[in-house]
């Protein structure tokens, strides 16, 4: 019996087969829809997981203030954990983040601070550096640090990973996330190649992000800007929480791959989710184009499609930003 509480309910995500968009026979494509987290996304995973090893080892005390840079997802999953434990929340956000995950956190009772999305990583006002110094002022605060904290990927290793095992009865042969602080590929890749070596990991990059550069030649690109549309993965700076040394290879995509792909998503299949949702099924497709023999290829949906409603689901803006309408 789980006692009925609230945060009971993360994880173990329904895992669903696309019956329309794939149009590889030989290929089975699963999402885990992570949009039934209750916060709404991937992310109440390593929240709740930090939290609560934080507390256990003294970090974060009755009615401290918890403290996170976030692109929304990881401040909404502080903001309902906070909200339910009796802790205050104070998240920092780039400009680029949607209102509506702005205002969710608001909903929770969290003070937001938003930042310049053009702030160089070094910047003051880098949405991390805000945090950073956020927290160094506030006495009994304690920052979830998810892009340095290794209790991140640890939480996908002891939940996503085996529950993609178990779900596919043990089948799975490759796995797709496009990464951010690479909690979740790095968590899922480690677990799945320790029950079976041959599963592939695949991680999709935005164009404008640092990451496929130093995956391909091992250096930082100087013009890693982060200038693209889709929130939430793609950096600008390394993250200790990605093991680069689990992926096997990573694809470049643009937003208009990932929100035409979101977009026929929610048509084709009945599956409303986020940008990245649609990056991730964008990358499942391109492998499974290149493949030969039967797989089965598992990538996840990290957040809702609800979220980003006066966005790329809104005819006018897509037209505006140039993005391919798909009717
Ligand atoms: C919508 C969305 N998708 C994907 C990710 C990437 O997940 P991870 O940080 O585990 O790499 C994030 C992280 O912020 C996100 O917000």
Known sequence: MNSYKLLNTVGNTP????????PYPHIEIYVKLEFFNPSGSIKDRIVKHIIENAEVNGLLKPGGTIVENTSGNTGAAVAMIAAIKGYKAILTMPDKVSKEKQDALKAFG?????????APPDSPEHYVNTAKRIAEEIPNSFRVNQYNNLKNSEAHYLSTGPEIWRQTDEKVTHFVAAGSTGGTISGVGKYLKEKNPDIQIIMPDPIGSIYFDYFK???IKKDGNCNYQV?????????HSMNFSIIDDMYQFNDNDAFTMARRLAREEGIF?????????WGALKLAKNLKNPAVIVTVIPDSGVKYLSKFYNDEWMKQNNYLLIS
């Open 15 to 22: 895992l669903v087969k696309l019956q329309n968009i794939n």
């Open 110 to 118: 969290a003070e937001i601070v938003v930042t310049p999305t053009s």
């Open 217 to 219: 030649t091992g250096k």
């Open 231 to 239: 929130e939430g993965v793609g950096e600008d700076h390394l993250a």
């Open 273 to 281: 989710g986020g940008g990245t949702g649609g990056a991730n099924v």
